[in-house]
T-cell receptor, first 112, second 114 residues
Framework: GNSVTQMEGPVTLSEEAFLTINCTYTATGYPSLFWYVQYPGEGLQLLLKATKADDKGSNKGFEATYRKETTSFHLEKGSVQVSDSAVYFCALSENTGNQFYFGTGTSLTVIP | DTGVSQDPRHKITKRGQNVTFRCDPISEHNRLYWYRQTLGQGPEFLTYFQNEAQLEKSRLLSDRFSAERPKGSFSTLEIQRTEQGDSAMYLC????????????FGDGTRLSIL
């Protein structure tokens, strides 16, 4: 079946530190992969996506590369800001797009 | 494009009561999804519609839950005879029908059962 596993949080970093949040997946086919971000009291917002192997998604300084050989889609940012504090969810979608499978989320707190 | 809107934002009710939530998707999106999210967890799929047709339902969706999308636009999710375990955030999302299109989420309805 399909599933997503994320590194557990919470993660606390100082401003300008390097961020990595690990995500690995299990899928029966060739899924599309996504990172969503959820700020307190809000719904999920799409952060970036990649639809095939070796694609790199990027947005707002965040990047993730679709690695088929390691079934991973790790999220990285070179220099985090306080405003990046949120919960980050890795997700996959079968190419039929019928359903998304989400990880459990990783809470990030960035301190000044 | 005003985004996905959900109403109400917060619902508090007594156990055993019925509740109904509404979701208005992005207007050109023909797919609409309902998820449930509990504290510390990712969203769990409940059901989805393509236009007015309900095409898939999760086993999480007990017979107390029913969802409709009568004209292929807005959708409602009703929970009958609510139980303590129904307390959660209910999220709605919409997307275009292509398989690798992202889903756009509303801010959710938080249900609290007393």
């Amino acid at each position: 079946g399909n599933s997503v596993t994320q590194m557990e949080g919470p993660v606390t970093l100082s401003e300008e530190a390097f961020l990595t949040i690990n995500c690995t997946y299990t899928a029966t086919g060739y899924p599309s992969l996504f990172w969503y971000v959820q700020y307190p009291g809000e719904g999920l917002q799409l952060l970036l996506k990649a639809t095939k192997a070796d694609d790199k998604g990027s947005n707002k300084g965040f990047e993730a590369t679709y690695r088929k050989e390691t079934t991973s889609f790790h999220l990285e940012k070179g220099s985090v800001q306080v405003s990046d504090s949120a919960v980050y969810f890795c997700a996959l979608s079968e190419n039929t797009g019928n359903q998304f499978y989400f990880g459990t989320g990783t809470s990030l707190t960035v301190i000044p | 494009d005003t985004g996905v809107s959900q109403d109400p934002r917060h619902k508090i009710t007594k156990r055993g009561q019925n509740v109904t939530f509404r979701c208005d998707p992005i207007s050109e999106h023909n797919r609409l999804y309902w998820y449930r999210q509990t504290l510390g967890q990712g969203p769990e799929f409940l059901t989805y519609f393509q236009n007015e047709a309900q095409l898939e339902k999760s086993r999480l969706l007990s017979d107390r839950f029913s969802a409709e999308r009568p004209k292929g636009s807005f959708s409602t999710l009703e929970i009958q005879r609510t139980e303590q375990g129904d307390s959660a955030m209910y999220l709605c999302a919409s997307s275009l029908a292509n398989g690798n299109q992202p889903q756009h989420f509303g801010d959710g309805t938080r249900l609290s059962i007393l």
